[in-house]
């Protein structure tokens, strides 16, 4: 009669705990399948967890609470039961389910308190003058808390690998005006796939996009890729599985009981069909330019944008799409992807993809369609704000002024004209006078009369107030002004405030690669053939890989 409640029996191994912004989880590895009773208690209040015919083979006190509604655990036998007692700080909604091994992971029984007092986040706010909103991108870093993901060699992991770059990517939007960033998940926790889509839905956002980096069991395979939904399955095998892995996911970060509720929805009318359409084409056109930019830099799965069903991608409303930053089980892409700077460039390549999407498509009352009017319209100089904080350091407006040039702006600025061109999408080198422009900032110092640098200059014999405003690039006025002079006398031996010569542009230096003439470089950084030539001293167009070229002001 013994035999069944042996054969039952099961232990808890050890008890992790995971911290969302909205709720605490806590996981209890097993030795084998359970059943449990949860229920709360109060005066004072505590959650308490019943598991029959188990005992505890850990240690409550080496689980950290802080931060956790939790202040302190502890455990007691109840005849064959195991009662585990959470001493509570606040009131919690509690939820709890049990876990099948996969994988990873063995047994598991998930215990998720979530916050009463957790005041729901404020809705984005488009922080524009005259209701010309931000674009807010989704960035969802994959996987999290219980689900590590992708495993490396050296145990990278690919958790923390995606997040890093869903970080830097997010900084690159809030430093961009007219987009912001909003992460699913902005630390180590587990979202539900669905849950993924729901919270890009509750901040209105324009565009998702889903990180990862995976894994396959054949460790030569290597490249990144960018994935949309297929409306009908797969474009690959590869596709296929690892539609079939990332869907599995839920599985590992535990969800519970799946709801169905909203799989169906799709199907519910042709005008939602219809949106679903529009979403897909917008999916293929970012990903095809971020697609793009990562082939500069890394070798890619294949030479185009690839399909497959994946959950996360399933929004009919918001374009979405699915960036592999490379094979994790690669050893060669996996030394790259745990380094900041590939992990940057990643992110930079994400960025200008979206960029330039909506630069070319801009949601209507955004921003950037009311810049690509010309700045027409009732709103005047807008620039975004991340809620109550001010505008995030890294970019500044600056105002065309008479005189201005491209280089003379990215030079005043210390920036390349090639980056002032790629943060404003200009075509070419020309500006005209009131232009808007974005503009680094930090360092850099925007032109003010007010604060213009001087020097001290001695009149000598021969001179004259006008010859010496001349000589200085002033107007006379300006140099009687700057020295509070009512006459125009001036008397040999006086100092006088003049007007600094402006320092020489920066020296700008490009290292040639693979694929390079000298032409092309010319073209990029916004200078004529023959002045690249010149400052260089090349008689002829032929240059070789690994030279160093001196890049002219333009």
Do not use: C
Request: hydrophobic letters at 40%; aromatic letters at 4%.
């Amino acid at each position: 009669m013994l035999l069944p409640a042996l054969v039952q029996a099961a232990s808890v191994k050890n008890v992790r705990m995971w911290l969302a912004p909205d709720h605490a989880r806590l996981v209890f590895d097993l030795s084998g399948p359970v059943t449990h009773k949860l229920f709360t208690l109060q005066g004072p209040d505590r959650l308490v967890l019943d598991i029959p015919r188990s005992q505890l083979k850990t240690q409550l006190s080496r689980v950290s609470l802080a931060k956790s509604p939790i202040s302190a655990m502890r455990s007691a036998k109840k005849g064959s039961t195991l009662r585990i007692v959470l001493d509570l700080k606040e009131s919690i909604r509690p939820r709890s389910f049990e876990l099948k091994p996969n994988d990873q992971y063995g047994h598991r029984l998930v215990v998720d308190l979530y916050r009463k007092s957790q005041k729901a986040s404020p809705p984005v706010k488009s922080a524009a003058v005259n209701q010309q909103r931000n674009i807010i991108v989704s960035i969802d870093a994959g996987h999290g808390g219980d689900d590590p993901g992708a495993l490396g060699p050296g145990r990278v992991r690919e958790k923390d690998v995606v997040l890093a770059i869903a970080r830097r990517l997010k900084t690159l939007l809030d430093k961009e005006p007219g987009f912001k960033g909003v992460m699913t998940r902005s630390g180590d926790y587990y979202i539900s796939l669905r849950g993924r889509t729901r919270l890009a839905r509750k901040k209105n956002a324009d565009m998702f996009v889903s990180i990862h980096a995976d894994a396959f069991k054949n460790p030569r395979a290597k490249g990144a890729s960018v994935w949309v939904l297929s409306p009908r399955g797969a474009s690959s095998e590869m596709g296929r599985w690892l539609a079939r892995r990332e869907n599995a996911t839920d599985l590992i970060g535990g969800v519970g009981s799946v709801s169905l509720d909203d799989k169906n929805k799709v199907l519910k009318s042709v005008l939602l069909d219809m949106s679903m359409t529009a979403s897909r084409a917008d999916s293929r056109d970012v990903g095809s330019n971020i697609h793009r930019n990562i082939a500069r830099f890394a070798k890619m799965h294949k030479k185009h944008v690839e399909q497959a069903g994946f959950v996360v991608l399933k929004s009919p409303d918001i374009p979405s799409i699915l960036v592999e930053t490379g094979f994790i089980s690669n050893p060669d892409e996996a030394r790259k992807l745990k380094t900041a700077s590939y992990q940057r460039k990643m992110a930079d390549a994400i960025f200008r993809g979206i960029k330039a999407h909506f630069y070319n498509k801009p949601p209507a009352h955004s921003w950037v369609a009311w810049k690509k009017r010309g700045g027409k319209g009732r709103s005047q100089v807008v620039l975004p704000v991340v809620a109550s904080k001010p505008v995030a350091a890294g970019s500044s407006r600056y105002k065309v002024v008479s005189g201005d040039s491209l280089s003379r702006i990215a030079s005043r600025h210390g920036m390349s004209v090639a980056r002032l061109k790629a943060m404003n999408n200009l075509t070419s080198n020309t500006v005209r006078k009131g232009q808007w422009l974005t503009v680094a900032s930090g360092s850099a110092k925007v032109r003010r009369p007010v604060s213009q640098p001087t020097s001290r200059y001695k009149v000598v014999r021969g001179d004259s107030l006008s010859r010496i405003a001349s000589r200085h690039g002033m107007t006379l006025s300006q140099l009687k002004s700057m020295n509070k002079l009512r006459s125009n006398t001036v008397k040999v031996g006086q100092r006088l405030r003049v007007k600094a010569r402006p320092a020489p542009p920066p020296v700008v230096r490009y290292k040639v690669v693979s694929g390079d003439s000298l032409s092309r470089i010319a073209s990029r950084h916004g200078v004529s053939l023959s002045a690249l030539k010149a400052a260089n001293r090349l008689a002829s167009n032929s240059i070789r890989i690994g030279q160093v070229l001196r890049i002219p002001a333009s």
